[in-house]
């Protein structure tokens, strides 16, 4: 009869409970990696989604500067320029259907069932062009409205005026924060719904470009309305903690301050980054050496212009 070893014990603790448990070590060790991982996965996950976005944008643009290429193909070469008081050369006053969204519907409601809280005033809805047309340009030439809203827009503004841009008395407009989303019918085509913004004044094909010149592209979340796209006014650029006058995307739009996507008079679509101003439009250093500037050929091309969102 053999004696039975009887084992000695150790130090309380010192085996795990159950023989298949963790010890508290090891358990904190196990946390701690998976605390690394998922700090160095994010990112990258963040930028592969931000990247995807980025190319549902890119391929908007380029479908919205497809119905433009339709339309100007049966408008002697013109790309949309809504009629407005005056003669056809005069593009100032393309904002006054409620900007790039008057391209698409005239009857913008947007988000609210009454006009103007905080949609659209009521002259945006039921609006006629001067020339009494009362069809969308665009309209027949786009299929779904969905391509106007960028996926990585989250947030744009509602400006209202008290009075007129221009005029003696004016005062500075009123700003409401909205929230954008895919426009579906035609009322909710309204321009903080409208990603995008629109160069209008350009023919397909000009003797006096060297470049394709830019049609449609992400928009700021400031008046892009002429002279002051871009944060050109200096409130906007402030209010948005960029550089006045930049001529630049800031943190909050589209795609941040990389920059913006922007479909060309050719067709083609590419992402533009730095000073879209200074690529396409101002002499910032008395002389235009960028092949992309309107106006390295013609100095007073950019004054037949106005930019809309």
Request: aromatic share 10%.
């Given at each position: ?8 014990a ?27 991982l ?10 592969a989604?931000?990247?995807a ?27 949309p ?16 259907y ?5 391209l698409?519907?005239?009857?913008q409601?947007g ?39 960028c ?25 409401t924060?909205?929230?954008p ?8 085509v ?53 550089r ?8 909050d ?26 690529s ?15 106006n ?7 004054s037949?212009?106005?930019?809309i969102?």
């Amino acid at each position: 009869m053999t004696r039975r070893q009887i084992p000695r014990a150790g130090p309380v603790g010192s085996e795990r409970s159950g023989g298949g448990g963790f010890t508290l070590i090891e358990l904190l060790v196990v946390i701690a990696i998976i605390a690394l991982l998922v700090g160095i996965l994010l990112p990258a996950l963040a930028s592969a989604r931000e990247n995807a976005k980025r190319t549902i944008c890119a391929q908007n643009t380029r479908q919205t500067g497809l119905s433009m290429t339709m339309y100007a193909n049966e408008y002697r070469d013109w790309n949309p320029v809504m009629k407005t008081p005056g003669s056809n050369t005069t593009f100032g006053l393309q904002y006054m259907y409620g900007g790039a969204a008057g391209l698409f519907s005239l009857n913008q409601l947007g988000n609210s069932t009454t006009p103007g809280v905080p949609g659209p005033q009521p002259g945006y809805v039921g609006l006629i062009y001067v020339n009494q047309n009362d069809t969308p340009l665009l309209s027949p030439y786009i299929d779904g409205f969905g391509v106007l809203n960028c996926p990585s827009d989250k947030r744009d503004l509602w400006w209202t005026y008290t009075t007129p841009p221009g005029s003696r008395n004016y005062l500075p407009p009123i700003s409401t924060a909205m929230t954008p989303k895919k426009p579906g019918p035609l009322e909710e085509v309204v321009s903080y719904n409208i990603s995008y913004l629109y160069i209008a004044g350009f023919k397909t094909d000009e003797a006096s470009l060297i470049a394709p010149a830019p049609l449609w592209g992400d928009e700021t979340n400031a008046k892009d309305i002429g002279e002051f796209s871009w944060y050109g006014d200096d409130s906007d650029a402030l209010a948005a903690g960029v550089r006045i006058n930049s001529g630049r995307y800031a943190k909050d739009d589209n795609h941040g301050s990389d920059g913006a996507n922007f479909t060309f008079t050719d067709g083609h679509a590419a992402f533009v980054k730095g000073s879209a101003a200074a690529s396409f439009f101002t002499d910032l250093d008395g002389e235009a050496t960028n092949p992309q500037n309107v106006n390295i050929i013609d100095p007073t091309r950019s004054s037949r212009l106005q930019t809309i969102d």
